[in-house]
């Protein structure tokens, strides 16, 4: 299970360290895309296949169906993780996602959410304030 909040740098190169706990969940595989709310997301290949199928159930007439698998299906790259346990995140998703230095990955329980921490506090806030009403 993902669960809580780790902060890590990108490297020079676009590489991120994911957390030593996060890294048995990922062994047999996954992917990372833009997530809904300017941030990434890394999906284990089951959790991925799950929302694969329920997107593709939509109709592509469905405005919503096609904006979601525009916005995920265009974004995805597979991944896999390197000795020291990073992943190269490229160029486009980094652009995407505001990623520059500092990054926080965010467990969700069955994914991981990679924020820019600015973005992050704002969405945090964002949900407090719902919450609170």
Known sequence: MFWGEYTHHLDNKGRLIIPA???PLLDSGAVLTRGIDHNLVIYPHDVW???CQQ???LPYTHPTGRAMRRLLFSGVV????????RLLVPAYLREYAALTDEVL???????IEV???HRWQATLN???NVLSD
């Open 21 to 23: 706990r996060f890294r």
């Open 49 to 51: 296949g799950t929302l």
């Open 55 to 57: 997107l593709n159930a």
């Open 78 to 85: 597979e991944i896999t993780l390197d000795k020291q346990g």
């Open 105 to 111: 990955l965010v467990g969700m329980e069955q994914f």
């Open 115 to 117: 924020w820019e921490p």
């Open 126 to 128: 964002g949900v407090t």
